[in-house]
């Protein structure tokens, strides 16, 4: 049950009386760290939530912010770690069908998908079949449903070897009138089951997912949900259809903890509860009270139909080839009934399951190894004989390479609204209703983290702002996915405590409230944790769909300018030193979260007369230059000022820096100066080769060849 002692005389205490066997199956699941998040509450509550733009906040299936013209954008960001390590193509499938619900549940259609996705080292032996199952999984589950992969971020280190980590992120769209909360309000309201029929997969996943592993972490397989994509787009049809006739008042997917989850959190947001009869609920085969209530089994919902209304609901679920069957009603009461045979068999209050889980204010403790990791001196490192050699050798690592491998397993052109695709700085969505679209990321440096969790959490919220303002949006809110170890463990608790904390800090003064989220602990295996990584996803807007900006090169003989402060030595947690030099040390760069907001202006005036932006972050500017070069084979000409190794400014990975080109630098000029902002011309873009004047001289069909090597290696 993975209740400990305490717990349970807790629970005694609030019940008095001793549960049935059912309600403490019900209870061990809802009170998993999974579900309750009895460890991160009071630390969550630093986050800044509310904006004059947000409509939903955290609480709710997914946040919804106003994106103007009557529409509003719908997202989230989800993990589904456990599952895709000890089986990583449902695993990472299933992770995907659970994102797309709980967007849809909300009464928006899902227009896209992004990933965050982290693996162990490349030599380990399950590194390349986590990798292949992972990748299928997604591709597979979106490319069925019709919902583009747009981009998103994958690293690897040797930290994930025995946990690999799965975030999957989606934005739909909708009308504001249209949204849909999952709550239960109305007395009498039939509570309708909809979708596949229930089976054994996947019962008591959310107590795994809420559990540290050991070397048989892989006896945990029926633990892990099997999905069906072609099912879902027949539930994403049929929920959007009944949403859109007004048939129905809320809804709410059966993600982790199933019909048990859905049927407390629905009836504890309205204040109400439920009489559920599991006789009725649809079955693939003979399953007991608690199998029903705990199973995970995908793409099924739990709908309040209006009164009156429900032959309508089921008449639509069943044309769409569906099961939709009346389990239950809504009750004054604030307890959920479970009726078998008529006999009823639990009755256990809201509140108590829901409310009342437990709350850890947990130790914290500053982790040892920070003691030795911050101290590094850079300049006992050897510099590099050939930068060439090294330039290629940093475009080959498994951080920097090309993601195509990935990204072209998944469609991310299905719908004609993707303006800017995978390999750009964020992607771009157009809204079709509207003039607008949508610049959306995922961003997160789990060795920052790891070396200054504070600067981590700020780094991760400042790379995703920037990035969208790279691409001429203004950034309105995020969604985060906090993947830590053991919150027992009280060095983890403190990086989680801390890198929140700089979350906080950014996205206050950045003015991106946190409107949905998720944490995900006990990360690890035999003890070893993984990295810290809190991953950010984003949300901008584009007023019109054509301000979208670039990240590459788009023509020949364009000046090539440098906007903020490029700096020296800027190597803490840096990719050079990990893939170069095999270190992780030394102080991350810290953001400057004021300048983030001067950059944002200076695109925004001048958009009109940019070609392209990109920022510098992982590999410093000299694989940031490689990168905007090798889209459209265009080169460029660089003069760069080294004070000191050339090294420690090439692949410094400098904050609140942009590369631009642009054929007006004197309009640039003008708004750079107006916020004080140093701008610095580097060069001109031509010919086919990337030159950094006496450092670098690659051609670029070396540097693509470099940058498909990886995978290329990996998979032949």
Request: proline letters at 4%; a positive charge.
């Amino acid at each position: 049950m993975k209740l400990n002692e305490e717990e349970y005389k807790y629970l005694l205490k609030i019940l008095k009386r001793e549960p049935s066997p059912l309600e403490l199956d019900i209870i061990s699941a809802m009170w998993s760290e999974h579900c309750s998040y009895k460890s991160s509450k009071y630390i969550l509550k630093k986050l800044p939530t509310k904006g004059k733009r947000v409509i939903v906040g955290p609480g709710e299936n997914a946040g919804v912010v106003d994106i103007g013209s009557g529409y509003v954008a719908v997202f989230k960001m989800e993990s589904h770690n456990h599952p895709s390590f000890i089986e990583p193509y449902q695993g990472a499938a299933t992770g995907v069908g659970g994102i797309l619900r709980d967007i849809f549940t909300m009464g928006a259609r899902p227009i896209a998908m992004l990933n965050s996705l982290r693996f162990g080292h490349p030599r380990d032996r399950k590194t390349k079949y986590l990798i292949d199952g992972v990748v299928r999984g997604i591709g597979d589950y979106g490319n069925c449903t019709g919902i583009p992969t747009v981009g998103g971020e994958t690293y690897f280190d040797e930290s994930y070897n025995r946990n690999n980590l799965v975030n999957a992120f989606c934005v739909g769209i909708t009308k504001r009138e249209n949204i849909i909360l999952g709550r239960a309000k109305t007395i009498g309201s039939p509570v309708i089951y909809a979708g596949s029929k229930t089976g054994r997969d996947g019962i008591q996943g959310a107590v795994m997912a809420s559990q540290s592993f050991d070397k048989k972490a892989e006896e945990k397989r029926p633990a892990v949900q099997v999905g069906d994509p072609f099912t879902e787009k027949l539930l994403l049809e049929a929920c959007l259809e009944v949403m859109d006739k007004k048939l129905i008042e809320g809804m709410q997917d059966m993600g982790a903890a199933g019909l048990t989850s859905s049927s407390f959190e629905m009836s504890d947001r309205g204040k109400r509860g439920m009489k559920l009869h599991l006789d009725r609920v649809p079955l693939r085969e003979k399953l007991n009270p608690r199998e029903i209530m705990l199973s995970e089994s995908q793409e099924r919902m739990l709908i309040i139909a209006k009164k009156g209304k429900e032959k309508d609901v089921i008449n639509i679920f069943k044309k769409w080839g569906l099961d939709a069957e009346i389990i239950g009603e809504v009750i004054k009461e604030r307890c959920i009934k479970i009726y078998s045979k008529e006999n009823e068999i639990c009755s256990l209050p809201t509140t108590a399951v829901v409310k009342k889980a437990p709350k850890y204010k947990r130790k914290t403790k500053m982790p040892s190894y920070l003691k030795t990791t911050g101290k590094s001196n850079y300049n006992s490192l050897p510099e590099p004989k050939d930068y060439n050699e090294t330039l290629l050798k940093m475009l080959s690592s498994p951080d920097l390479c090309s993601k195509k491998w990935i990204y072209e397993q998944y469609d991310f052109s299905v719908g004609t609204n993707t303006v800017l695709g995978p390999g750009s700085d964020c992607s771009v969505i157009r809204i079709k209703e509207t003039d607008k679209a949508i610049a959306i990321t995922v961003d997160g440096n789990m060795r920052y983290t790891y070396l200054d969790p504070f600067t981590g959490g700020m780094n991760a919220v400042c790379e995703s702002y920037r990035n969208i303002t790279c691409c001429g949006g203004k950034p309105v809110a995020l969604t985060d996915c906090l993947n830590f170890g053991n919150p027992e463990n009280e060095e983890i608790m403190w990086q989680f405590k801390k890198a929140v904390e700089g979350i906080a800090r950014a996205a206050k003064i950045l003015n991106t409230p946190v409107v949905s989220g998720n944490v995900s602990f006990y990360n690890e295996t035999d003890k070893t944790s993984i990295y810290p990584t809190p991953v950010i996803g984003m949300v901008g807007i584009l007023e019109k769909a054509e301000h979208c900006i670039p990240s590459f090169f788009t023509d020949e003989g364009e000046d090539i300018l440098v906007l903020g402060n490029l700096k020296q030595g800027e190597l803490g947690g840096s990719a050079y030193l990990k893939w170069i030099h095999n270190k992780v040390e030394g102080k991350p760069p810290k953001p400057d979260i004021n300048m983030e907001k001067k950059l944002q202006k200076i695109i925004t005036t001048c958009r009109d007369v940019i070609s392209c932006a990109h920022d510098i972050s992982d590999g410093g500017i000299a694989v940031s230059l490689a990168e905007m070069s090798i889209k459209n084979k265009i080169g460029a000409k660089v003069k760069l000022s080294f004070p000191g190794r050339k090294d420690f400014l090439l692949f410094s990975e400098s904050q609140e820096v942009i590369i631009i080109t642009t054929k007006d630098k004197e309009k640039i000029k003008i708004a750079a100066e107006k916020e004080g902002v140093n701008i610095t011309e580097i060069g001109k873009t031509q010919g086919n080769r990337l030159r950094v004047e006496n450092t670098i001289d690659i051609n670029l069909k070396e540097i693509e060849r470099a940058r498909e090597s990886f995978f290329e290696k990996l998979f032949s």
